[in-house]
């Protein structure tokens, strides 16, 4: 999946309507991913599956990256 990931965002070409925003980034590293976030691996849990976030971490990714994405600095 990151191997796909680096080929996207090396693929992608922005423009004054679109950009590329690496989720991955925001919760993966060579360490390895996220599972879960804060002291409680239950309500921390970051994803439901494969590919969709939980609330918390949707929320943890907006504030990380999405805000500043979206409304600017």
Same mark, same amino acid.
């Given at each position: 999946?990151?191997?796909?990931?680096?080929?996207?965002?090396?693929?992608?070409?922005? @423009? !004054?309507?679109? *950009?590329? $925003?690496?989720?991955? %980034?925001?919760?993966?590293?060579?360490?390895?991913?996220?599972? #879960? =976030?804060? @002291? !409680?691996?239950? *309500?921390? $849990?970051?994803?439901? %599956?494969?590919?969709?976030?939980?609330?918390?971490?949707?929320? #943890? =990714?907006?504030?990380?990256?999405?805000?500043?994405?979206?409304?600017?600095?």
């Amino acid at each position: 999946m990151l191997d796909k990931n680096r080929e996207l965002a090396s693929n992608f070409r922005p @423009d !004054d309507v679109q *950009q590329f $925003v690496n989720v991955m %980034d925001v919760f993966c590293n060579s360490d390895g991913c996220l599972t #879960y =976030l804060g @002291d !409680d691996i239950k *309500q921390g $849990v970051t994803t439901w %599956d494969y590919g969709h976030l939980t609330p918390v971490a949707s929320d #943890y =990714l907006a504030r990380q990256i999405l805000i500043d994405k979206i409304v600017g600095n």
